[in-house]
T-cell receptor
């Protein structure tokens, strides 16, 4: 049974600061990792995907992957109040995207 | 609208009643998924279709749940004899077969069983 672990938060950061969200996973063969953002009452929205060890940057977002440590993180630079949401770490099944296991999500609050 | 569409957006039903939800995936997406999400939890996989074939179904899914995708386009999820524990957000997602890209979610159907 694949497990994806996240701190539920809430994580509170002041506006303009860096928010750091962490995720660990149990399946050593996992190759792909997704970060979804979910506003209250809305559906998840994909914001980042990462497949290789190291960093991947997209605007204010940076995903970091360390497969040896089975750890993936999401950094949000210059945090804005509009970034306040729950961030879900997701790991698809190996060999395909038929099923994705989600973490419980970390709630981020950006304080103006 | 080219996104995943779900109907209805909200459903309130009495315990013991049957409910059916519909999902229209992004056009030409072969893969379709149903997930369920309860408060404070991440989405939980329910079932997966490739075209009209239901290829995987969660062991957590009771016999009261059934899903179809008869023509490989839209899908329906039916819950029979609803229970209060069925109250949740039911999310549909779709993805193309080629390229193994990520799935795109619809807005969900919020079910409340009273």
């Amino acid at each position: 049974q694949k497990e994806v672990e996240q701190n539920s938060g809430p994580l509170s950061v002041p506006e303009g600061a860096i928010a750091s969200l962490n995720c660990t996973y149990s399946d050593r063969v996992s190759q792909s990792f997704f970060w979804y953002r979910q506003y209250s009452g809305k559906s998840p929205e994909l914001i980042m995907s990462i497949y290789s060890n190291g960093d991947k940057e997209d605007g204010r977002f940076t995903a970091q992957l360390n497969k040896a440590s089975q750890y993936v993180s999401l950094l949000i630079r210059d945090s804005q109040p509009s970034d306040s949401a729950t961030y879900l770490c997701a790991v698809p099944d190996s060999g395909g995207y038929q099923k994705v296991t989600f973490g419980t999500g970390t709630k981020l609050q950006v304080i103006p | 609208d080219t996104g995943v569409s779900q109907d209805p957006r909200h459903k309130i039903t009495k315990r013991g009643q049957n409910v059916t939800f519909r999902c229209d995936p992004i056009s030409e997406h072969n893969r379709l998924y149903w997930y369920r999400q309860t408060l404070g939890q991440g989405p939980e996989f329910l079932t997966y279709f490739q075209n009209e074939a239901q290829l995987e179904k969660s062991r957590l899914l009771s016999d009261r749940f059934s899903a179809e995708r008869p023509k490989g386009s839209f899908s329906t999820l039916e819950i029979q004899r609803t229970e209060q524990g069925d109250s949740a957000m039911y999310l549909c997602a779709s993805s193309p077969t080629l390229g193994d890209t990520e799935a795109f979610f619809g807005q969900g159907t919020r079910l409340t069983v009273v």
